[in-house]
């Protein structure tokens, strides 16, 4: 940038319209010149500097725009597998309130099954206990106390067996 500095001289006569200019009129139309090229060059480098800034944006509002629709689009794939998930998880946790609730009826009914044939099993036991008991105060030969004496001892094992199942039933009622 060209910076002129005028000078004014003040005449010492009190005529100021016959001081010597200075700069002639052709000096002050090249200066008019330079200085609107200069400024007329300023001008056209802000418009290309803007117009290059313009091209910039456009570019970057582009490429923001498609990123935009990347992301929307993976959203909503995102959106739709949380949904999918959300479905399959209501689904399990319906089949495991159905088999639960299946499986709790099914050892209710094991449980009042062993209950039943074991109390009904028991009776018939107790009798077979008791009649062998009496037997075994009779007066009898060696191999019928021999034979009474086994038939004791398998009662008294089946009787073993029917009273750990009502041990095993009532401690899973507690």
């Known amino acids: 940038m060209v910076i002129i500095m005028l000078q004014t001289v003040e005449p010492a006569s009190a005529d100021l319209f016959d001081a010597q200019p200075l700069l002639t009129s052709n000096e002050l139309v090249y200066m008019v010149l330079a200085i609107s090229l200069i400024f007329g060059l300023m001008l056209w480098r802000s418009y290309r500097e803007k117009q290059r800034l313009k091209i910039a944006v456009h570019t970057l509002m582009e490429a923001l725009s498609k990123k935009d629709a990347a992301l929307a689009l ?11 998930v959300e479905r399959l998880r209501q689904h399990i946790d319906e089949q495991i309130y159905e088999r639960t609730a299946k499986l709790q009826q099914h050892s209710m009914k094991i449980v009042a099954y062993t209950r039943l044939n074991s109390y009904k099993l028991r009776e018939p036991l107790a009798r077979v206990l008791g009649l062998v008991m009496l037997m075994e105060r009779e007066a009898m030969n060696d191999k019928l106390r021999d034979l009474f004496l086994k038939l004791n001892i398998s009662a008294n094992e089946l009787d073993e067996i029917v009273q750990e199942f009502m041990s095993t039933i009532n401690a899973e009622e507690q």
């Open 74 to 84: 993976h959203l909503a794939r995102l959106e739709e597998a949380t949904g999918n």
